[in-house]
């Protein structure tokens, strides 16, 4: 009896710890739009490194021709082909390729992975033909997907400034990335070229206008979090001067690295953090992306066992990081069987922990439901944030234009975590409309985009090609 309770104590302790109130989101929502201004006031203003993108012009639906994309950013690898027909009938007829990335490249040399990314496309362009009725083309427009922090020097450049999501590749960091696919691609004898750099959410952001003008704003929720948005080029006050043909660009947040003492952190949290190979860093991205979350719960699992002795000895998979995946925390959270089977299957199986009681199995589901609502909310907090900054969110903030009304804005979301966990969604949305209130939430649209990152990234180049 003392020591279930002592579990629960566990339990509400971790809850308290995570609680996201109505009035905490707004601190959260009022922190991110000052470390927005902050970020684009001077070069490290703040730990949102809000980069240049140096676009400014979105695809509108008028592109033409054959564009390639390459996507790198996290678990997987994407080449894409996009035919664009111009037409503004926004069918985007592609084909695309998927693989998973060897493990050991994670951690190798820049030349390995380069190596590898232009043999796979190398393979994928000497497959084309057949499905593409077209005259063969002499060069090809790429976009490159890079979904790291990158200091652009123009569309197409850029170097890494840090890995994150488990990359680590130290000689890396620093170069152009561009130039480090060149090299690769020129020992190949591979004729493509590099005509815009981005990352994911850019990509996102892309696809997002090219369906719907009104998309402002792109989310990444994936195995890790980011965010971009269109600003006005005279409100980016660390760059004067800025050449802007639109009067916009798309700036690239990197929110994965917002921080803030507004955001609830638990001890969990900050072991997590301790742990990890870039401490101190990416602390938004540690409490709400797919990286991250499976582990949160598996420490207060860890926890609860050993404060309780609720498993007999623990074994070794509870004690190791990593070991339950966000997707196996998303199944436990979102079992409906009225026993929790799986719940006890999945904790069988990745957990090596058996015969669960009923009660303890109810906990582990609230513990999963901590973790995800504050997740959820946080990135709502965040949404609203960026609406703040750009004078979207209906308080008639400094650069918003009252007589003009309340513009409808969406928000392009993509991401495993978000397109797969259904109760993540319905947190977020509720979030919003806690912040926004349910009449004005009415404006803002929660969109989920899908291959965003990779057919973005072939519809920039195609803007791209034909502005220059
Ligand atoms: P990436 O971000 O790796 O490029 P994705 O956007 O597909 O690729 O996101 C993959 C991530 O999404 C995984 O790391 C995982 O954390 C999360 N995810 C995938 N499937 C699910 C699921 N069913 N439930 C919860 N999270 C999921």
Same mark, same amino acid.
């Given at each position: 009896r003392a020591k279930w309770s002592r579990v629960v104590g566990v339990l509400r302790e971790f809850e308290e710890g995570c609680s996201t109130s109505g009035h905490r989101l707004r601190q959260v929502v009022d922190a991110m739009a $000052?470390?927005?201004?902050?970020?684009?006031?001077?070069?490290?203003?703040?730990?949102?490194?809000? %980069? #240049?993108?140096?676009?400014?012009?979105?695809?509108?639906?008028?592109?033409?021709?054959?564009?390639?994309?390459?996507?790198?950013?996290?678990?997987?690898?994407? $080449?894409? !082909? @996009?035919? %664009?027909?111009?037409?503004?009938?926004?069918? %985007?007829?592609?084909?695309?390729?998927?693989?998973?990335? *060897? *493990?050991?490249?994670?951690?190798?040399? &820049?030349?390995?992975?380069?190596?590898?990314?232009?043999?796979?496309?190398?393979?994928?362009?000497?497959?084309?033909?057949?499905?593409?009725? %077209?005259? *063969? +083309?002499?060069?090809?427009? #790429?976009?490159?997907?890079?979904?790291? =922090? $990158?200091?652009?020097?123009?569309?197409?450049?850029?170097?890494?400034?840090?890995?994150?999501?488990?990359?680590?590749?130290?000689?890396?960091?620093?170069?152009? +990335?561009?130039?480090?696919?060149?090299?690769?691609?020129?020992?190949?004898?591979?004729?493509? !070229?590099?005509?815009?750099?981005?990352?994911?959410?850019?990509g996102t952001l892309a696809l997002g206008h090219y369906h719907d003008e009104d998309t402002m704003v792109a989310v990444i929720i994936g195995t890790g979090t980011n965010a971009c948005y269109i600003e006005r080029a005279d409100a980016i006050i660390k760059c004067q001067g800025l050449i802007s043909n639109s009067g916009g660009m798309v700036i690239n947040m990197e929110w994965g690295n917002f921080w803030s003492s507004h955001l609830p952190r638990t001890p969990y949290d900050v072991d997590l953090d301790a742990e990890s190979p870039n401490p101190y860093d990416q602390g938004f991205e540690k409490m709400i992306s797919g990286m991250y979350l499976g582990d949160i719960v598996r420490r207060v699992i860890l926890r609860m066992a050993k404060e309780a002795d609720l498993f007999g000895e623990v074994g070794k998979s509870l004690s190791e990081p990593f070991t339950?995946?966000? *997707?196996?925390?998303?199944?436990?959270?979102?079992?409906?069987?009225?026993?929790?089977?799986? @719940?006890?299957?999945?904790?069988?199986?990745?957990?090596?922990?058996?015969?669960? =009681? #009923?009660? +303890?199995?109810?906990?582990?589901? !609230?513990?999963?439901?901590?973790?995800?609502?504050?997740?959820?909310?946080?990135?709502?907090?965040?949404?609203?944030?960026?609406?703040?900054?750009?004078? !979207?969110?209906?308080?008639?903030?400094? &650069?918003?234009? &009252?007589?003009?009304? +309340?513009r409808r804005t969406v928000v392009a979301i993509e991401g495993g975590l978000y397109e797969n966990y259904s109760l993540f969604r319905e947190y977020m949305r509720d979030a919003l409309e806690e912040i926004l209130g349910e009449e004005m939430s009415q404006n803002v649209v929660l969109r989920l985009s899908q291959d965003g990152s990779g057919l973005g990234a072939a519809l920039l180049a195609a803007a791209v090609s034909s502005s220059s």
């Open positions: $000052v470390e927005m201004h902050a970020g684009l006031a001077s070069e490290g203003g703040s730990k949102l490194k809000m %980069l #240049l993108t140096f676009v400014d012009n979105l695809p509108n639906g008028n592109e033409k021709g054959l564009y390639y994309a390459l996507d790198l950013g996290g678990t997987h690898f994407r $080449v894409l !082909r @996009v035919h %664009l027909k111009g037409t503004k009938q926004k069918i %985007l007829d592609h084909k695309v390729e998927k693989q998973a990335i *060897p *493990p050991h490249l994670l951690t190798g040399t &820049s030349e390995e992975l380069f190596g590898f990314i232009a043999l796979t496309l190398k393979r994928f362009i000497e497959k084309e033909g057949d499905d593409f009725e %077209l005259q *063969p +083309v002499s060069r090809r427009d #790429l976009g490159f997907t890079f979904s790291f =922090p $990158v200091r652009q020097t123009s569309v197409s450049s850029g170097f890494l400034i840090k890995w994150t999501k488990g990359f680590a590749i130290e000689d890396m960091v620093g170069k152009d +990335v561009a130039e480090c696919l060149q090299s690769a691609r020129t020992m190949l004898g591979l004729d493509v !070229r590099v005509a815009a750099l981005i990352n994911d959410s850019a339950l995946r966000t *997707p196996l925390m998303c199944a436990m959270h979102q079992d409906e069987s009225s026993d929790l089977r799986e @719940v006890a299957r999945i904790m069988e199986e990745t957990l090596e922990v058996s015969n669960i =009681p #009923l009660r +303890v199995r109810r906990l582990v589901v !609230r513990v999963c439901d901590a973790v995800t609502r504050r997740a959820a909310r946080l990135a709502a907090a965040g949404i609203v944030g960026i609406l703040k900054k750009i004078g !979207r969110d209906g308080k008639g903030g400094s &650069s918003s234009n &009252s007589s003009e009304g +309340v």
